[in-house]
């Protein structure tokens, strides 16, 4: 059970999904899990496996709820025991009369960031080598096939070519969630806007993935005003980073490469504060 529940948590953190873990440390009397026992819960409230059931399970799955919707990234160690008379112990009391005493670490495990690059060129192929370099995950997609290539993209997890309707219908639901970021980084400027509205018109408010576009203001007015006259609302396009990258005087692709990689740095950070 617990290998199946570590397999199940690396599943989870691959679809882009946070992940709190409860794993039994130490055990003493009479109680439903020993230690290597353990459960995990997802920030979309799926679960899986055990530390014992009962009411330790629940005020567990609980504290991991907590962890989750604080945004609390901090682990921590938590003792319960199974006494309804245990009030006033350095522990948490539960309403039982087994009399055990448990002790389980509590701790929130943050997905890799997994970077879609849209557009295969010059900065594609930049920022695929900056994701390598940190330990990131990315994808590739572009509507031409030489560009989304297996032997251009070696490390790439994915590979899709396509035209845009074709790529965001064969992305099954909540597909894109997988992705931490997208980067528009289309050769045209058509294919950008399409892919954006497309995205946006499947993705919620503050939901991953996180886009950005490169370009200038000019470009991102356009794209703006098109999105909005598409029925994406105002509040929705405006979570759209454009142009992405911090300003550091960024010109060639390597150097728009640490830009927007670094921006995507500094937004994992305060994520997971």
């Keep these: 059970m617990t290998s199946a529940t570590l397999a199940w948590v690396l599943d989870r953190l691959n679809h882009g999904e946070r992940v709190a873990l409860a794993s039994v440390v130490e055990a003493s009397g009479s109680v439903p899990g020993k230690p290597g026992a353990r459960m995990a819960l997802t920030n979309l409230r799926n679960r899986h496996g055990t530390i014992g059931g009962a009411g330790l399970e629940l005020k567990v799955e609980k504290h991991l709820g907590q962890m989750l919707t604080n945004g609390s990234s901090t682990s921590r160690v938590e003792t319960y025991v199974l006494h309804r008379d245990a009030k006033g112990q350095e522990a948490t009391a539960l309403n039982s009369l087994c009399g055990g005493r448990v002790t389980v670490s509590l701790e929130v495990l943050e997905p890799v960031p997994h970077i879609l690059i849209a557009g295969g060129g010059h900065c594609g192929l930049a920022v695929a080598a900056a994701c390598d370099n940190l330990g990131w995950s990315h994808s590739v997609f572009d509507v031409r096939n030489e560009f989304a290539d297996v032997e251009v993209y070696p490390n790439a997890v994915e590979h899709h070519s396509s035209d845009v309707e ?108």
């Design 166 to 273: 074709a790529f965001i219908s064969s992305i099954s639901d909540n597909g894109f969630m997988r992705f931490s970021d997208v980067l528009l980084l289309g050769h045209d400027w058509s294919v950008d806007q399409d892919l954006l509205i497309g995205l946006l018109l499947t993705r919620g408010e503050g939901e991953r993935p996180r886009i950005g576009a490169i370009g200038s203001r000019a470009k991102w007015k356009v794209f703006r005003e098109e999105a909005i006259s598409a029925g994406v609302p105002e509040l929705v396009i405006d979570s759209v980073r454009c142009p992405i990258g911090i300003e550091i005087g960024a010109e060639t692709p390597e150097e728009i490469a640490i830009a927007v990689c670094a921006e995507i740095l500094a937004i994992e950070k305060c994520v997971q504060e």
